[in-house]
């Protein structure tokens, strides 16, 4: 059973920046397609960002790119969302999620809906203010 803990949210003005970072547990960490989703205050949760289990492919959301990097860790079991010159729109609860990819096969930008993901942290909250 894999278990993934997020930390890193907070309160920041618009055009800051924060570090999310999730930490996986109970698998082999390398085998691991890992995402981040969030959901904004009466939205529905929706993809941010996802990483292959050798960091080699990375997708993003529209909304996202060249604002926020997605990286991760396998010697530390963890994955970083760096997101950079943040918006009031970006105020959501974000979630770390995860899916075995036991093959390496999975095309990465096709990883982008919550049923594909079996693994899900609590969540942060990040709210930017204006």
């Known amino acids: 059973q894999v278990q993934l803990a997020e930390s890193g949210g907070g309160l920041v003005q618009a055009g800051g920046s924060l570090r999310l970072s999730c930490v996986a547990s109970?698998?082999?960490?390398?085998?691991?397609?890992m995402s981040w989703f969030r959901q904004p205050p009466g939205k529905d949760r929706e993809f941010v960002a996802a990483i292959s289990g050798t960091g080699g492919s990375t997708a993003y959301a529209e909304s996202v790119k060249g604002r926020f990097t997605l990286s991760r860790d396998n010697t530390k079991n963890a994955v970083a969302l760096q997101m950079n010159n943040l918006k009031p729109e970006d105020t959501a609860v974000y979630y770390c999620?995860?899916?075995?990819?036991?093959?390496?096969?999975?095309?990465?930008?096709?990883?982008?809906?919550?049923?594909?993901?079996?693994?899900w942290g609590q969540g942060t909250q990040v709210t930017v203010s204006s």
């Open positions: 109970g698998h082999n960490f390398s085998l691991l397609v």
């Open positions: 999620a995860a899916d075995a990819d036991p093959q390496g096969r999975y095309y990465i930008p096709a990883k982008t809906q919550q049923f594909l993901y079996d693994y």
